[in-house]
């Protein structure tokens, strides 16, 4: 058996397990984020992940800026990129404000609505970490945020914060530099090279230990929410976004790299599926990542150019999974309240979506605190009418966990996907001797 194939398997094999021993050993009894179980699986998988992503980021964007070489060909690279995230992202939104408005979850028997409402909204007011996130969310202050990431002071800082933006701006520019420094500057191209290589091993080395991080991850979620709580008012809900999610993944993004990328899009698909179960378990593009690249290299015949630049880049800016999720999430709340929407204000639920996805983290539950944007965007259009309450958000945050492993799911994927289609514009060739 192949070592993918292997690893496929015991991901899966970690996943049902980790299923069942939540549901039937570990639900009913009070589990929190300190659990044993997240515990561990922080310390198995999460932790090693996300200490990787830094370093990984400003050694994959370098080395794969300085094989690029050529300014225009790196042009051609990040315009196409940049178009592909926003058009999917676009895609992805208006699908699932289409569907929350077709099958209109949120209409609930009154009474049904009153006892979901005052639930949500207790659920809101308990959860003290996320109201403090949400206070004072606004569309002017998350780009604000945006730019001064985009454009910091100290990159120490920005990596001892977790902050990737900031970091590929810089790797982008110091690649170009090297790359434009000739002869001068051969040893830190070949550093760049080499730690890059040495980085990749040593996640090879930690992807070994997914499918423990994973059984232990998902049974602490399992156990945790129940699967008996997927049914219900709520059910309606979730089946919107699950059924949108299955549409932009299995049906948009395929077609989409079918045309762009030449290439069998589910056989790719399957190749990149230790990445799509990575994602699913641990809840986080930005952990995932090193596995992303990995993966998308070895196994899906992307391009160490195009896979060193897109993949870091959608980790942190394309996400079409929440993006979806936040249309019909915000939507389905509205309808809830028995607040209607006209078309109007259903266009400015797919823009600002769209537009706040680019904001939100790649961590778990980072599209709720955003949600909060597009939810001021549409109160404020509303005028003198009833407007909807941030503790709204309450209502969905019991299932959150289980629609945020899907989302992210397909947010890897739609990176995975761009980075493959990008490797017909920048595709590997064989080194040349410098002059």
Not at 219 to 244: C, F, K, Q
Not at 245 to 260: E, T
Request: charged residues 15%; contains cysteine; aromatic residues 8%.
């Amino acid at each position: 058996m192949k070592p993918a194939t292997l690893l496929t398997t015991l991901i899966v094999t970690g996943m049902v397990l980790g299923a069942i021993v939540g549901q039937f050993a570990l639900h009913g009894s009070e589990i929190g984020g300190d659990h044993w179980t997240k515990v561990a699986g922080d310390l198995v998988l999460i932790r090693p992940l996300k200490l990787l992503v830094i370093p990984l980021v400003l050694f994959s964007v370098v080395a794969g800026i300085t094989r690029i070489g050529d300014p225009r060909k790196l042009g051609r690279l990040g315009g196409a990129t940049l178009v592909y995230y926003f058009a999917t992202m676009l895609i992805a939104v208006t699908i699932g404000t289409a569907l929350v408005t077709f099958f209109d979850p949120g209409s609930l028997p009154p009474d049904v609505q009153a006892s979901v409402r005052a639930g949500g909204e207790s659920a809101f007011a308990a959860d003290a970490s996320l109201s403090a996130k949400v206070d004072a969310k606004t569309m002017g202050g998350t780009w604000t945020n945006i730019l001064y990431q985009l454009i910091p002071t100290n990159i120490v800082s920005e990596m001892s914060a977790g902050r990737p933006l900031g970091i590929i701006v810089f790797a982008i520019g110091l690649g170009l530099a090297l790359a434009a420094g000739g002869e001068r500057t051969r040893a830190a191209r070949e550093f760049f090279d080499a730690g890059f290589e040495g980085l990749m091993t040593l996640i090879q080395w930690v992807v070994w230990l997914t499918p423990i991080g994973v059984f232990l991850l998902v049974a602490w979620t399992v156990g945790r929410i129940g699967l008996e709580n997927v049914t219900g008012p709520l059910g309606g809900y979730m089946g919107t976004v699950l059924l949108g999610l299955l549409i932009h993944g299995a049906i948009v993004l395929p077609l989409i790299l079918r045309l762009f990328g030449r290439v069998r899009p589910f056989q790719f698909m399957g190749k990149m599926k230790p990445a799509l179960l990575t994602a699913f378990g641990t809840d986080s593009s930005s952990a995932t990542l090193p596995v992303t690249i990995e993966t998308a290299i070895d196994e899906g015949e992307c391009s160490e150019q195009a896979g060193n630049f897109v993949l870091p880049l959608g980790a942190t800016i394309n996400m079409d999974g929440t993006a979806l999720y936040e249309a019909v999430a915000v939507v389905f709340l509205f309808q809830l309240y028995g607040i209607e929407l006209e078309f109007g204000q259903l266009i400015l639920v797919v823009v600002t979506a769209t537009l706040a996805a680019v904001g939100a983290a790649g961590i778990p539950s980072a599209g709720l605190v955003t949600m909060v944007i597009v939810i001021a965007a549409v109160n404020g259009s509303l005028g003198d009418a009833p407007t909807l309450p941030v503790a709204a958000i309450g209502v969905i945050l019991g299932v959150d966990r289980i629609l945020d492993m899907c989302r992210t799911t397909v947010n890897v994927w739609g990176d995975a996907v761009g980075a493959r289609i990008m490797t017909r514009i920048t595709p590997d060739t064989p080194a040349t001797p410098e002059a």
